[in-house]
């Protein structure tokens, strides 16, 4: 399959050129703001289906939104249109449009007139028509303090700038361009079109939030370093968020520091931290070096040996029953703490231990839920 992207270079356009680089029966040709609308007719030659992101947002002069928008969907259904005949095979165009389409400002009348000529081509069979009304796109590579408020709160959390909010409350419709591409090349590959009462394509999902939200929540993804506790960062939009405010990092901030706790045992480092799924952590002991002798009532924990050899003591403590186990790096084996036994780990090996270690609470001076008792 061979496809037209036109505005390759803008955000949507450059993810686009990314997902269908990873497809290997598809063939990519672009279209970019610097080449003559008159090259179309080249480009187009043996095309299967067209996505037409190119547009004018924010121009100098007011009149390019009507060149930009306008007069270029134009001359690109034209020239699909012809292709199409002299192949006589349908030449699929989806458009790029905005929900400010249904706004009476220069911009969305612009985007309103190239939606309406693409409704006209699409009255041919030959040269269907796909219009999306996107919401505020938001993902890697989107240019910040341009049209993008997302782009521009993780650009400037990311490099501690201050970020300019006028109406915390001010709502925003959000979608993901993760999202918004796995729709798009869902119509490329033929999947039946999803429309709304006036004839648009559908994105979902879309998040519903503020723009006072978005910014605690950017924040609170930076302040995570230092608090070591993730925000919910594994599904819908908190996991979209985050993956866009890491793609803002500078290159310098691709690592970060954490506490090390150093003792004549060794060492213990907390990696992470969770709200409400405990924290994950790793300690050493030197050979001979016994950690722990203590019981939970309620906490568990699960240990993982990365490297060395370990011994793991347990007794019940109102039995007086034993148990011991033990394991190494050179095999994966979890041991799992029980609530009521008191246990240790001591380094039975030649080399440095390396464990670990996940608790299922974060630790809590005030209730540590943890009391001191050997085996």
Request: one cysteine or more; aromatic letters at 10%.
């Amino acid at each position: 399959m061979k496809v037209l992207i036109t505005g390759a270079n803008g955000f949507i356009g450059r993810n686009l050129q990314l997902h269908l680089r990873e497809r290997k029966d598809v063939h990519v040709v672009c279209y970019t703001h610097d080449q003559p609308a008159a090259s179309l007719a080249t480009l187009l030659k043996d095309v299967n289906f067209v996505f037409h992101l190119a547009g004018v947002n924010r121009p100098q002069n007011p009149e390019e939104f009507t060149t930009g928008n306008l007069d270029f969907t134009r001359d690109l259904c034209e020239a699909v249109a012809s292709a199409a005949r002299i192949s006589n095979r349908p030449i699929p165009i989806l458009y790029a449009s905005s929900s400010q389409a249904a706004l009476d400002n220069p911009y969305g009348q612009s985007k309103r007139a190239a939606e309406e000529t693409l409704t006209a081509t699409g009255l041919d069979p030959l040269v269907p028509i796909h219009i999306f009304r996107l919401p505020n796109v938001f993902g890697k590579w989107c240019r910040p303090n341009y049209n993008s408020v997302v782009a521009t709160f993780c650009h400037n959390v990311a490099r501690n700038l201050p970020i300019q909010i006028n109406d915390p409350n001010a709502p925003l419709t959000l979608s993901y361009i993760d999202d918004v591409l796995q729709r798009f090349l869902q119509l490329m590959d033929g999947a039946t079109p999803l429309t709304d009462a006036d004839g648009f394509e559908v994105i979902h999902p879309q998040y519903a939030t503020t723009v006072g939200e978005l910014a605690q929540q950017i924040q609170a993804f930076r302040d995570s370093r230092s608090t070591l506790v993730t925000e919910h960062v594994g599904r819908g939009l908190l996991r979209a968020l985050y993956a866009t405010y890491v793609s803002y990092l500078p290159v310098q901030d691709f690592s970060y520091d954490v506490p090390q706790h150093v003792d004549q045992r060794g060492v213990f480092v907390e990696m992470l931290k969770t709200p409400d799924c405990g924290q994950f952590s790793f300690f050493t002991a030197f050979p001979g070096v016994t950690r722990g002798g203590h019981y939970h009532h309620s906490k568990t924990e699960k240990f993982l040996v990365i490297r060395g050899h370990a011994l793991f003591r347990f007794r019940h403590m109102q039995t007086g029953e034993t148990h011991e186990l033990q394991t190494s790096g050179e095999k994966p084996t979890i041991v799992e703490t029980v609530p009521g036994w008191t246990h240790d780990i001591t380094n039975n090996g030649t080399d440095e231990l390396v464990v670990m270690l996940w608790a299922n609470e974060i630790f809590d001076r005030a209730r540590p839920d943890t009391y001191h008792c050997a085996v």
